[in-house]
């Protein structure tokens, strides 16, 4: 079999070591490149000589499950309505109501005397036996996987636990003293070696199953949207395309358009699939691939591409590419890749409980050899090793990390910030460089007039007033920018537009042009001073875009129209120093207005004239150099950057696709909260640190008394209330969090020259 690039589907993973396992079995095949990401559940294969079977074969000996993926348009017609993802959180969150609404009344009759009835020890067994096997079956099932293995998780601790509890508690209802009538819970501070026949631990095994439970589900969520970048993606692209036949108009689904058909586009419809113009000329916004607001002037036998908006006059193209071979298909696999290719990141609790697990097992083994080497009882050594695997765990470990994420979240959302998973807040610490996208992240992504160069005896809202005249029957965004700085607008006769060069009309008796300079000079013969031209020409040299006016055959001005930096970018740039970060310039836009927009704001690198590839490539090349990069932008061509980056933060004013890539949205579009949101993430992460440190610190302390034999439910109670609220207190506290004030009064660019020539 010829080498092959093979993507599998991978299901049954709980944690990103289950990834690492499945990477590890994969590459022991021979001839076999993989990489496997937790958060996308797939895996991207680079096999020579070995097929699709013999891959899926080895993730199933793994103790997980492979299969290939449906072609869209087969899986919705599989899954109408729900995908794989859909399905397992609704299971998820069904199996967490249920396990939740036994587990409660279990907590409260152990933990409040006046609710032990006679003989409610049998009602709280045979409300937790549910929660025990049913409720936990995930966690013993993804146990006994990494037993299998040699390994030791989250899910191990969690496991060992509830059986530890619930075994226990078994035991000591039907052999111990725990299942007489009128048993009541001991409230003495320590117990004694002999007392554990007559104690039950049902409410650990209950409520650690549910308090884990509920942060698989909040984390289950975060990485369901992990998925949603290709389908926003997709879904930009147009749905119906309008076919010529012999000259009649069909209205077919794109899904039907072949190569060599032909279509018609109107003002304002998406360009179908990727062509070439074969009559007429229009001007295309191309903002989602290049990031350049200003519109793309096309004519016949240019090339168009699938998904870009036709704002200027009707099209006939011919389609050269459909389907998988076009530029949005690509960009698609572009941030595929990209996710596929992150850095894996292992959670927190996983990391802590991989020492921390082994460890406690031991001390459960030692207690029960010690005992019995001091003549201890069979029962006695029993209930010391059982307690040590109880006390070790606590259910505030399940806090941990959820009640961080709920609160730091939530704060962030006020704030106008969206933070996706505790996976981000990982990589938050480590960022050295923060590159930013220039159209709609430094800048505000609209066009407006930057300067008016009004020749002599003109003045400034004449110029504006004759231009907005004839500009106001374009639909160009660079008319409409003209239009709305002009204080009014006149009628214009006899008005003519010449789709990519300017418009003509006649405004208050006179012949009034309005267009490009070389359009202007050479049409019409208009002929500009020397300082005309040199200032005109700077401007453009800036990237602002110049329209020259002419009035019956005078030279009347020009007007400069450009992309405006948002006014707080500059201060956001000074935060970002202050926190530690390089900020990076890059843009699909030329570089002398790329090097413009950057000095404005105090950027000194600067990457100009990429595209989405190319914004890949150096986001890549900069984490080859060492750097830990967060990424900022907004549009489509910004997706797979955004994906590839350590951190990815979109702008919520921007496309889906950007959103569904990013790792962190901030929802108002304004640089200067990206700041916030970096601070915050960083404080967020601090506190689940701390609570994770408190939640095992808690119950370690309570290791040594379940050793000695002297647990008791009261001890274990304890811990778990005290380490529980202390976890959700500490997480309180994020909601305290504030954006920093502003330091100094922020800096924009005049809003416009005025320049006599």
Same mark, same amino acid.
């Given at each position: 079999m010829s080498t092959a690039d093979i993507e599998l589907d991978i299901t049954g993973m709980t944690c990103a070591s289950c990834a690492m396992r499945i990477e590890r079995k994969l590459n022991k095949l021979p001839g076999v490149e993989a990489t496997v990401n937790y958060a996308t559940e797939k895996a991207r294969v680079h096999a020579d000589g070995v097929d699709t079977d013999e891959l899926i074969a080895a993730v199933r000996s793994a103790g997980y499950d492979a299969a290939v993926p449906l072609p869209p348009a087969v899986q919705e017609s599989v899954e109408p309505g729900a995908s794989r993802e859909d399905v397992e959180l609704k299971a998820l969150r069904t199996r967490l109501l249920i396990s939740t609404a036994l587990a409660v009344p279990v907590a409260l009759m152990s933990m409040i005397p006046a609710l032990q009835f006679t003989n409610w020890q049998w009602l709280a067994l045979t409300l937790t036996a549910p929660v025990a096997v049913w409720g936990a079956w995930p966690f013993h099932r993804a146990a006994a996987v990494n037993a299998r293995h040699g390994a030791a998780t989250m899910d191990t601790l969690i496991s060992l636990g509830v059986i530890a509890a619930m075994g226990w508690s078994l035991y000591a209802l039907f052999f111990g003293m725990a299942g007489v009538p009128g048993m009541h819970m001991t409230f003495t501070l320590f117990g004694n070696p002999e007392a554990g026949s007559g104690e039950i631990y049902l409410e650990v095994a209950?409520?650690?199953?549910?308090?884990?439970?509920?942060?698989?589900?909040?984390?289950?969520?975060?990485?369901?949207?992990?998925?949603?970048?290709?389908r926003a993606l997709l879904e930009l692209g147009a749905k119906d395309a309008t076919r010529l036949v012999n000259g009649v108009e069909q209205r077919v689904p794109v899904s039907q358009l072949a190569v060599g058909d032909r279509v018609l586009v109107r003002p304002g419809e998406k360009i179908p699939s990727d062509g070439l113009v074969i009559d007429g000329a229009s001007a295309i916004d191309a903002s989602m691939l290049t990031g350049e607001s200003v519109p793309v002037e096309v004519a016949p036998d240019s090339r168009v591409v699938g998904a870009t908006l036709n704002v200027g006059g009707r099209l006939v193209v011919e389609i050269t590419r459909v389907g998988a071979d076009t530029e949005l298909a690509r960009m698609g696999r572009l941030m595929e890749e990209a996710q596929t290719g992150k850095a894996q990141v292992q959670r927190l609790a996983d990391r802590v409980s991989s020492i921390f697990v082994p460890i406690v097992i031991g001390l459960s083994i030692l207690a029960f050899v010690a005992w019995m080497l001091v003549g201890g009882s069979l029962e006695v050594a029993f209930t010391a090793a059982v307690a040590t695997l109880i006390i070790a765990c606590p259910c505030a470990l399940g806090l941990a990390t959820p009640t961080a994420l709920l609160v730091g979240t939530g704060r962030g959302s006020q704030l106008g910030i969206l933070i996706r998973g505790p996976q981000v807040l990982e990589q938050t610490r480590a960022v050295d460089t923060i590159v930013l996208d220039k159209t709609g992240t430094v800048t505000s992504g609209e066009m407006a007039v930057t300067a008016v160069l009004p020749a002599p005896g003109v003045t400034e809202q004449e110029l504006l007033r004759l231009a907005a005249g004839v500009e106001v029957g374009s639909e160009h965004?660079?008319?409409?920018? +003209? /239009?709305?700085?002009?204080? $009014?607008?006149?009628? %214009? =006769?006899?008005?003519?537009?010449?789709?990519?060069?300017?418009?003509?009309?006649?405004?208050?008796?006179?012949? +009034? /042009?309005?267009?490009?300079? $070389?359009?202007?000079? %050479? =049409?019409?013969?208009?002929?500009?001073?020397?300082?005309?031209?040199?200032?005109?020409?700077?401007?453009?040299?800036?990237?602002?875009?110049?329209?020259?006016?002419?009035?019956?055959?005078?030279?009347?001005?020009?007007?400069?129209?450009?992309?405006?930096?948002?006014?707080?970018?500059?201060?956001?740039?000074?935060?970002?120093?202050?926190?530690?970060?390089?900020?990076?310039?890059?843009?699909?836009?030329?570089?002398?207005?790329?090097?413009?927009?950057?000095a404005l704001v105090g950027i000194t690198e600067v990457h100009a004239g990429v595209d989405p590839a190319g914004k890949l490539e150096v986001i890549r090349a900069l984490q080859a150099q060492g750097r830990v990069v967060a990424m900022v932008g907004d549009g489509v061509n910004d997706a797979a950057a955004l994906a590839a980056a350590d951190l990815g933060l979109a702008m919520g004013g921007g496309t889906d696709a950007a959103i569904a890539a990013s790792d962190v949205t901030v929802v108002s579009g304004d640089l200067i909260v990206v700041a916030d949101a970096i601070r915050l993430a960083r404080r967020t992460l601090g506190t689940i640190k701390g609570n994770l440190f408190w939640a095992f610190a808690y119950n370690v302390a309570a290791i040594p008394i379940a050793m000695l034999g002297l647990l008791n439910p009261l001890v274990a109670a304890a811990a778990m209330a005290l380490s529980s609220v202390f976890v959700v207190t500490n997480s309180l506290r994020l909601r305290n969090f504030r954006p920093e004030p502003a330091t100094s009064a922020v800096s924009a660019p005049a809003s416009r020259a005025t320049v006599s020539a």
């Open positions: 209950a409520l650690v199953t549910v308090f884990i439970l509920a942060g698989r589900y909040a984390e289950a969520r975060a990485k369901k949207s992990s998925s949603a970048a290709l965004p660079i008319a409409r920018a +003209i /239009v709305s700085a002009a204080d $009014s607008t006149p009628h %214009a =006769e006899s008005f003519a537009s010449h789709a990519g060069y300017g418009v003509q009309g006649v405004v208050d008796g006179a012949s +009034i /042009v309005a267009g490009r300079p $070389s359009w202007v000079t %050479a =049409e019409w013969a208009i002929r500009p001073s020397t300082d005309a031209e040199s200032a005109a020409d700077a401007l453009a040299a800036q990237g602002a875009t110049v329209v020259m006016v002419a009035r019956d055959g005078e030279y009347l001005g020009a007007i400069a129209v450009a992309d405006t930096v948002k006014p707080t970018s500059a201060e956001a740039i000074a935060r970002f120093r202050k926190l530690g970060l390089q900020p990076v310039l890059l843009t699909g836009d030329n570089e002398g207005s790329a090097r413009h927009i950057a």
